[in-house]
């Protein structure tokens, strides 16, 4: 049975940090696309960061050069360290594994709807 299971998620102001983390079970990691995807109240999911089988990733615009993913294939894994964190970040974060080739579609919108497994995920609320 496949699980990821986040967690980091919490409260911070303006500026702050937080690092989530997504243990994944059941599955190899390594050999699939992991993503983070977030949703905040009244909007759709969306994609933050995507990482392939090789360590490549890919950014949605609003968070690159603030937000990292990296994966630790012998712990199972997944991150995203999270920096300056902005209002406009509040959401429920999720992990999310797919396929190989799902890495293709990026963090394009509705790239979501092509990972098959997720987690429960973790709320960020960053306050002003």
């Known amino acids: 049975q496949v699980q990821l299971v986040e967690s980091g998620g919490g409260s911070v102001q303006t500026g702050g940090s937080l690092r989530l983390s997504c243990v994944v079970s059941?599955?190899?990691?390594?050999?699939?696309?992991m993503g983070w995807f977030r949703q905040a109240p009244g909007k759709e999911r969306e994609g933050v960061a995507i990482?392939?089988?090789?360590?490549?990733?890919r950014y949605v615009d609003s968070v690159k050069g603030r937000f990292t993913i990296s994966k630790d294939n012998t712990r199972n894994t997944l991150y995203l360290q999270m920096n300056s964190l902005k209002p406009e970040d509040t959401a429920m974060y999720y992990c999310?594994?797919?396929?190989?080739?799902?890495?293709?579609?990026?963090?394009?919108?509705?790239?979501?709807?092509?990972?098959?497994?997720w987690g429960q995920g973790t709320q960020v609320t960053v306050s002003s």
């Open positions: 999310a594994a797919g396929p190989r080739g799902v890495c293709l579609y990026g963090v394009a919108p509705g790239a979501s709807s092509r990972y098959n497994y």
């Open positions: 059941g599955y190899t990691s390594s050999t699939y696309c």
């Open positions: 990482i392939d089988s090789d360590g490549n990733s």
